[in-house]
């Protein structure tokens, strides 16, 4: 059985240089070297970028699911990085697949970033999760808000709100859950999602994360590291912890403990 990755695989431009990126596509090249089999359903347009992405699946061993229509050109971020090693981002993004695939192949479904949130796809996407929950798979959810793309924090916490009800594994980072709940300190938010059933995540940067299941809460310090961008770090972190709960069986939060919930914390952030 597979993990099927919905959404976008786009190039980085970074000081000019393309980069093969996107956060679904990173998610499932990550999966895929932590030797979860994953497939990837995407838009690739036919061009060198498109066949740039293509090698990148092949060499981490993912499974390309090419979603139709075919874009005139493959979707591109350019990337301007701070002094921080944070990087901000100007997309030129198509997202409008005809269908998506069947899910009942697969134990998992994993979906975020713009694939959820980017019309007219979105709501193919939304209506898929929805099948997949019903059908009892594990769904992942991360939402990777871009405000470059909608700048509107209420268009994010709609989005929010439509796909959050059939994830059972919600992670986000420090800077996404500040527009989505502004008002909540992220071990608040991690706890009170996490009493809704599900298992979240976090991540806080240099900060580490924290991860909630039930009433239960684990967290892990970050490594010390010499920063030289963050482009592709919570895709890492997503792609482990999935990796993490396909080992145990994809449980809910609450059957995972105490020791469970660092031990999950202290794999993702070392990732």
């Known amino acids: 059985m597979t993990v099927l990755v919905i959404g976008e695989a786009l190039i980085d431009i970074v000081d000019g240089a393309p980069h093969a990126g996107g956060s679904p596509f990173n998610v499932a090249i990550g999966l895929a070297r932590l030797e979860c089999p994953t497939v990837l359903a995407t838009q690739l347009g036919d061009d060198s970028y498109g066949s740039l992405l293509q090698r990148r699946l092949v060499e981490s061993g993912v499974e390309l699911a090419l979603l139709d229509p075919i874009p005139d050109g493959t979707s591109t971020a350019t990337a301007t990085i701070g002094d921080d090693g944070s990087a901000s981002y100007e997309f030129d993004l198509t997202w409008d697949p005809d269908s998506?695939?069947?899910p009942v192949?697969?134990?998992a479904v994993h979906i975020g970033s713009l694939g959820a949130a980017l019309m007219p796809g979105a709501h193919r996407v939304a209506e898929l999760i929805a099948t997949a929950d019903a059908m009892g798979l594990a769904v992942s959810y991360d939402p990777n808000v871009r405000l470059a793309v909608e700048p509107d924090p209420a268009f994010w916490r709609e989005v929010f709100a439509t796909i959050a009800p059939y994830?059972?594994?919600?992670k986000m980072s420090d800077e996404d859950a500040s527009v989505l709940f502004p008002d909540e300190a992220p071990e608040d938010l991690a706890k009170r999602l996490a009493s809704e059933g599900k298992l979240v995540a976090i991540t806080l940067g240099g900060a580490g994360a924290v991860v909630a299941g039930g009433s239960k809460v684990?967290?892990?310090?970050a490594p010390s590291v010499a920063v030289v961008d963050t482009i592709g770090a919570g895709d890492s972190f997503m792609a482990a912890m999935l990796s993490w709960c396909a080992a145990y069986g994809w449980p809910a939060g609450d059957q995972l403990d105490d020791t469970e919930l660092t031990d999950l914390a202290e794999f993702a952030v070392n990732a």
């Open 218 to 221: 684990g967290g892990a310090d």
């Open 105 to 107: 192949a697969h134990e």
């Open 100 to 102: 998506m695939p069947d």
């Open 167 to 170: 994830a059972r594994i919600v």
